[in-house]
């Protein structure tokens, strides 16, 4: 059942839907098409800030691995668990798959801070000078 207008999940909205159409009659039943013409757009919106998100997060794990090493991971375990978290409580489905991309992203960078520094020590990247006894050589 619908709740004060809004309907609380997507099976309920689809139930409803076919309630509307099996109870309208004859003369409804020309407007029902109009349904068919709406596009959505909010898979498109999730692809597109997973697209950023990803993509700002290379440039960070670098830059983070730069300065500060791989001493920083737990930072990443505490936004990304955090957002996690947070992204469970949005009822907004594109807000909530957002913060659940950006709370992944940030536990991936875990492993990708790791792998970071084996690549500078491989000579991929460049290696802080004011770091060095850091690094294997």
Same mark, same amino acid.
């Given at each position: 059942?619908?709740?004060?207008?809004?309907?609380?999940?997507?099976? +309920?909205?689809? =139930? +409803?839907?076919?309630?509307?159409?099996?109870? =309208?009659?004859?003369?409804?039943?020309?407007?029902?098409?109009?349904?068919?013409?709406?596009?959505?757009?909010?898979?498109?919106?999730?692809?597109? %800030?997973?697209?950023?998100?990803?993509?700002?997060?290379?440039?960070?794990?670098?830059? #983070? $691995?730069?300065?500060? %090493?791989?001493?920083?991971?737990?930072?990443?375990? &505490? &936004? %990304?668990?955090?957002?996690?978290?947070?992204?469970?409580?949005?009822? +907004?489905?594109?807000?909530?798959?957002?913060? %659940? &991309?950006?709370?992944?992203? #940030?536990?991936?960078?875990?492993?990708?801070?790791? $792998?970071?520094?084996?690549?500078?020590?491989?000579?991929?990247?460049?290696?802080?000078?004011?770091?060095?006894?850091?690094?294997?050589?």
């Amino acid at each position: 059942p619908i709740t004060s207008g809004f309907a609380t999940s997507t099976s +309920d909205l689809w =139930s +409803d839907a076919m309630k509307t159409l099996r109870d =309208s009659g004859p003369r409804d039943r020309k407007y029902s098409n109009y349904k068919k013409k709406i596009m959505f757009f909010t898979g498109i919106f999730i692809a597109i %800030g997973t697209f950023i998100i990803i993509g700002v997060f290379h440039p960070i794990v670098i830059k #983070c $691995e730069y300065y500060f %090493g791989t001493s920083q991971w737990w930072l990443f375990l &505490v &936004v %990304g668990l955090a957002t996690l978290l947070i992204a469970l409580f949005v009822e +907004d489905v594109l807000a909530s798959s957002l913060l %659940g &991309v950006f709370g992944a992203s #940030c536990l991936w960078s875990i492993g990708e801070l790791f $792998e970071q520094k084996k690549r500078v020590e491989k000579g991929w990247f460049p290696m802080n000078p004011r770091r060095k006894n850091e690094y294997k050589k």
